[in-house]
């Protein structure tokens, strides 16, 4: 008999069938807000509802510089999964202050400061990604990340 999963791993296995539905040529990323072990919204990247995606039409990459120099590669077109999940909240009226929030990667800084807005405090992640642009924003704040594994298939 196989081991149950946790509530942990529960939610993030949700989280990876939800980045199935991305249109991101780039990365399939799949975020769940949960609070009391309850599925409040969910979001994947893509383009906004209506428009045409990644998939259909091709990206819009375009190219900035971070304060350290590094060059970061973002799309026009597309909408990050943790902001697709926070409009959806918001669309339905779902409160998510003090929620968590699962997603297959580490938020971008963009979404994280938004994150740390909407008052959800613990980020659960199954991929790294650029962890290290974070450090500086989460020595400000109560949000804390946390790395959830999955048991191999």
Same mark, same amino acid.
């Given at each position: 008999? =196989?081991? &149950?999963? =946790?509530?942990?791993? +529960?939610?993030?296995?949700?989280? &990876?069938?939800?980045?199935?539905? =991305?249109?991101?040529?780039?990365?399939? %990323?799949?975020?769940?807000? %949960? &609070?009391?072990?309850?599925?409040?919204?969910? $979001? +994947?990247?893509?383009?906004?509802? $209506?428009m045409p995606h990644c998939t259909d039409v091709g990206c819009l990459v375009y190219e900035s510089k971070t304060p350290d120099g590094d060059i970061e590669q973002n799309c026009f077109r597309t909408i990050h999964a943790e902001m697709n999940a926070i409009a959806q909240a918001a669309k339905n009226g779902s409160n998510i202050k003090d929620a968590a929030i699962y997603i297959t990667h580490t938020p971008c800084i963009h979404c994280l400061k938004v994150l740390v807005n909407t008052g959800i405090k613990e980020i659960y992640y199954e991929k790294p990604y650029k962890l290290h642009t974070l450090d500086e924003l989460l020595r400000y704040t109560q949000v804390h990340l946390f790395k959830v594994d999955l048991p191999s298939q």
């Open positions: 008999m =196989s081991e &149950r999963l =946790s509530w942990d791993q +529960y939610f993030m296995t949700i989280t &990876r069938q939800v980045a199935e539905r =991305s249109t991101c040529t780039r990365a399939k %990323v799949g975020a769940v807000i %949960v &609070r009391d072990k309850n599925i409040l919204a969910t $979001g +994947y990247n893509g383009a906004p509802a $209506g």
